[in-house]
């Protein structure tokens, strides 16, 4: 099979299409999210990681597939968005806001500001506008100045069981290298040392080789309902941000032991009874939190696919294409709609959908683009060195 | 079928055990909720919300069953616990502590002081005890002195989309019976007059005859998902507390209207493929925001089964008759763990469980028994009066 000529495909008659046609405002600006399974709008609301999410994705496409003028429009709208709409008067990035751009829900949330500094960051490679690449940078620091509260006055915490979180160096593995352009070079390196440290080191257990989503601040797991948490999307969606740095200096020590945790997590996280990999998992197998723990997501397979298909094209090691062909398998045949275009984002755990909607509130135009971009050129790679039979 | 002598047994037998067994926390005080089928506990964090219900629901039985020293002594188990660590300097109760009674989580949560209330008022009734009598009183009051903005600080709404919720007036008409003996009679009949009046003539919307979780201020509705949402157990839990009220008061327009709209409800929520109702749904057949929306879930049932059987009791109509069997049929075949006693409390949409706690942060000693206590003394009078055949 030509792998990278399918998900080339898939990406630019399947997926690109369905978000140019149903996803923009140009009344408002930005773009809508809440799309159904034929694209048609049924909510207005917009919310901030989904516009930064698109905004970086057009930008994403502009500057590494073809500079068409459409494509960086379609980026404007959602910058232009962010910097009307999406900032309060300290420049934290709200939640969301209703179609206009006022502000409905606060600034609780890191992620808004991660994904608009990604996208602030992509479209000012596209564009060379210095205000754009400031505003990237400044939203990169204040990131960084929030960290260790970032919930603020919305932390319904105590304090009295302090957990670090996985996700903030997670996401700032992936943010440096997008930022690496208008970030000073010592601030890069220091975060991604920081950052590949805290996830291979840290996070990452020695005993069963998984991925913890909360530890106590001395790096020990803590046996609590957040405590026992693994996310096998999260997990495998870090890997691959592991190995594109290990490539970046070529650490060949970092791509096995990314390699390595990739199989931990599959062997941990997939569904034995009916296939496919699980949302949330209680690493003792107690009952998690999560009532929708047993479902399978788009995002979490996407980043499988790419976690596998990148760590192949290093690491040529058989079990990792065993394992890539399985959820290529589960994958393909069950999320993507070739009917209406875009994937369905929510199976219940036997497979089938049981929500249809196309986007919604924190399904949007990213993880789909950006998971068949990186298989497309992974595979175009894989193929090029003739490493399939 | 003897109903009476089913719901007794299965309270007495099956239900009550597993939690004099499994929950009692004799070394720090109050409960353990996380218990997996079995009884074992997989947790020990303790959930404020499900002290205060189980609290409540030991006195509840003392007061109205059998004065049975053992009971009493459970309930004080968890009213020592509320007393000593579930509350902040203010007297909000927090949302959960550790096993010891440290607080986790913050008083974002008005719900934990509800029920929090609802335990006191059974407790004082049981023990004549004045200090807990005040106590309730005086979280009643504390309670309404919240209620324009229960959630504080930990507020994340900026308040450009103000919406009002049916949760609280609905749970005030049943807290104000649960405390008539403490409370002020004028505040009494104020409370009942504007929380039947929200519950009846605002949040039940006159042309489909459904009941909207969150409305504009002005009691119109909203287009948002908030605004969208129907939760077709909290209708039905309501619509029995209206049912209590009009009981009382002796209107029988109210217990009319309640009925219908029982039937409205169930026609909307019920699932026509697996049967079941369902646990949430936007009232445009919009995906509603909640992953778990199509699952079936122990709290929404029982509160189905008492109303349905309390609006037989007093309406004698066929087709409540014809619903409650449906119901029942659908729900004491799959929910009661006849083995390990006790209630799963999580089905997926097919009916079967995908989780097979018996606790966790949401269930514990609450609405199975309170349920099956209900339905027994409504089929009490309903045989006594030989209204089935």
Redesign the interface.
Known sequence: MNYSLLYKESLFYNVIPFWEKNSLDTKFGGYFS?L?QKGEI??T?KFIWLQGRQAWMFSYLYNNVEQKKDWLEIAKLGIDFLIDHGRDDTGNF??ST?REG?????P?NIFSDCFAAMAFGQYAKATGDKEIQDLAKNTYFNILDRRENPKG??E???G??PLKSFSLPMILSNLVLELEAVLPAEEVEKTIDFSVNEVMKVFLQKDNGLIYEFLNPDGTPND??EGRLINPGHGLEAMWFMIDIAVRSNDKDLIKKASETILKILNFGWDKKYGGIFYFLDV?G????Q?????KLWWVHLEALVALSKAYLHTKNPKIWEWYEKVHQYTLNRFPDKENGEWFG?L???GEP????KG??WKGCFHVPRGLYQCWKNFEKIEQENLLK
């Open positions: 809440c159904d049924y909510d609301d709200y939640f209703t006022k502000p409905l829900v606060q609780y006055q919305y319904k915490s105590t009295n069981r609590s309902f003792k107690y009952p998690p939190q009532l929708e723990w047993d479902q929510y219940n755990r036997q049981y929500l249809t909607l919604g509130k």
